[in-house]
């Protein structure tokens, strides 16, 4: 049975950073499930489906294919990694996610690619949904202050004009939203450990999960 770390949490706090980490350091694949609920909210808004139309987004979900090469995330056949970090794609890719039928179609994929060999998938329902007997689990948090600071201090650096306060802003918008959803909220597994990283360091994180995993 191939092994599966899932690392849930609300939005911006470390866990692509730290899964990506972790993966080097036990050498397993890494897979980035808000990539792909990413991916298909860049769809709609390039072919100006109207998100709050669920039909429509379901089509678009069941004719995509989305894939990860290299951990780079492809839309039928083309690399998106760059512009699912969108803002706009930010802003409304919550509302895609929260479309029942998206999330089946998604969930069935993702259990497809993880299974292949041994994996960390972050996201907002591993440990719950995609993968709720995985070996580990692990429920990443920060105060929202501290996770919009930081996500504000990564955007800046790659030279993007942003305000702090509507990046703290969004990223409450979109907590409530994925934590109120009818379908797999996001909400702490029963079995996780919870890790608070308001005041750890990246490698604190990624020393904690790697002495969890490997004890
Ligand atoms: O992880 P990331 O912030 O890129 O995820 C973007 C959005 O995708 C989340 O805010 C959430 O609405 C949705 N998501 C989800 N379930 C997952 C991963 C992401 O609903 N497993």
Do not use: H, W
């Not at 056949?77 to 890719?93: F, L």
């Not at 597994?189 to 890790?195: G, L, P, R």
């Amino acid at each position: 049975e191939n092994l599966i770390i899932a690392i849930d949490g609300p939005a911006g706090a470390g866990k692509s950073t730290i899964s990506k980490l972790v993966s080097k350091r036990l050498d397993i694949n890494y897979l980035d499930t808000g990539a792909m609920y990413r991916a298909i909210t860049y769809k709609c808004i390039e072919e100006g489906i109207n998100i709050n139309n669920e039909e429509e987004v379901i089509k678009i979900c069941e004719s995509s294919d989305v894939d990860f090469r290299n951990n780079q995330i492809y839309l039928d056949g083309k690399n998106i990694d760059i512009e699912i970090r969108r803002q706009e794609v930010s802003s409304n890719v919550s509302n895609v996610a929260k479309i029942k039928k998206v999330r089946k179609l998604l969930v069935a994929r993702q259990r497809e690619i993880a299974s292949e060999s041994d994996a960390i998938l972050d996201g907002r329902d591993v440990g719950t949904c995609i993968f709720p007997d995985a070996r580990y689990k692990f429920f990443l948090s920060a105060s929202a202050q501290e996770r919009g600071r930081r996500r504000y201090e990564e955007l800046k650096s790659k030279g993007e004009d942003v305000d702090l306060d509507n990046i703290i802003e969004d990223i409450k918008k979109r907590d409530k939203i994925d934590s109120t959803r009818e379908v797999s909220p996001l909400i702490k597994a029963e079995d996780a450990i919870e890790i608070d990283s308001t005041s750890m360091s990246i490698n604190e994180v990624v020393d904690y999960i790697i002495d969890a995993v490997e004890s």
